[in-house]
Nanobody, 125 residues
Framework: QAQLVESGGGSVQPGGSLRHSCQAS????????IGWFRQAPGKEREGVSC????????DYLDSVAGRFTISRHLAKNTVYLEMNSLKPEDPAVYYC??????????????????WGQGTQVTVSS
């Protein structure tokens, strides 16, 4: 059974850092593009970043580019989202999801199949 299990998230002060992990089981992230999404209260879910399984290319939401980094560890079958210089506008529930099979992706690529359970990020002083 295909599954994504998230860990990480938490609460930090503005300017702090957090790392999300998204571990896959039942399939390999080498073949599946993975995207990170977030949803803040009262707002629509938005794509934050994705990593292409086809060529390893990445895409980022403009507001997080230069602060967030998506990466993967194939041996651990895990995709990470490193979040640095967190801002008050970053708090949300963050989700990982499959967005493609042996394909490129962008932050507008719709997710399909597996979703992580979501992890909360809070930024406050």
């Amino acid at each position: 059974q295909a599954q994504l299990v998230e860990s990480g998230g938490g609460s930090v002060q503005p300017g702090g850092s957090l790392r999300h992990s998204c571990q896959a089981s039942g399939f390999t992230v080498d073949y599946y593009s993975i995207g990170w999404f977030r949803q803040a209260p009262g707002k629509e879910r938005e794509g934050v970043s994705c990593l292409s399984s086809l060529d390893g290319s990445t895409d980022y939401l403009d507001s997080v580019a230069g602060r967030f980094t998506i990466s993967r560890h194939l041996a651990k079958n895990t995709v990470y989202l490193e979040m640095n210089s967190l801002k008050p506008e970053d708090p949300a529930v963050y989700y990982c999801a499959t967005v493609g099979f042996r394909s490129t992706c962008s932050i507008t690529t719709k997710a399909f199949g597996s979703w992580g359970q979501g992890t909360q990020v809070t930024v406050s002083s």
